[in-house]
Nanobody, 123 residues
Framework: QEQLIESGGGLVQAGGSLRLSCTTSTRTFNTYVMAWFRQAPGKDREFVATGGQSEIMTAYADSVKGRFTSSRDNAKNTMFLQMNNLKPEDTAVYYC????????????????WGQGTQVTVSS
């Protein structure tokens, strides 16, 4: 059972920035496809970004393209989500996830999840 731990969430005004981190102690971090999802109250879990085992994330949801950038540092077993120009509709609990299926945006394809970190954007 892999353990993922998110951090970096908080309260920010619209237009502001936050940087989320996702760390794991697993020695096989660099073998996993990693992803970010988010879930707002009353809504389904939503795909945000995903990428392969290299340190460049390659796919983003249309709603965050140009504002969010995800990256990973395999040497530190850590993934990041830099969120700029935040909007109130970005308010959600953000989760990192790990799996083996490259390119998938479906939550069910990721067997390992963190506990989530709350991001709240005020207008």
């Amino acid at each position: 059972q892999e353990q993922l731990i998110e951090s970096g969430g908080g309260l920010v005004q619209a237009g502001g920035s936050l940087r989320l981190s996702c760390t794991t102690s697993t020695r096989t971090f660099n073998t996993y496809v990693m992803a970010w999802f988010r879930q707002a109250p009353g809504k389904d879990r939503e795909f945000v970004a995903t990428g392969g085992q290299s340190e460049i994330m390659t796919a983003y949801a249309d709603s965050v393209k140009g504002r969010f950038t995800s990256s990973r540092d395999n040497a530190k077993n850590t993934m990041f989500l830099q969120m700029n120009n935040l909007k109130p509709e970005d308010t959600a609990v953000y989760y990192c996830a790990a799996g083996m299926r490259l390119g998938t945006t479906r939550p069910g394809d990721y067997p390992y999840w963190g506990q989530g970190t709350q991001v709240t954007v005020s207008s």
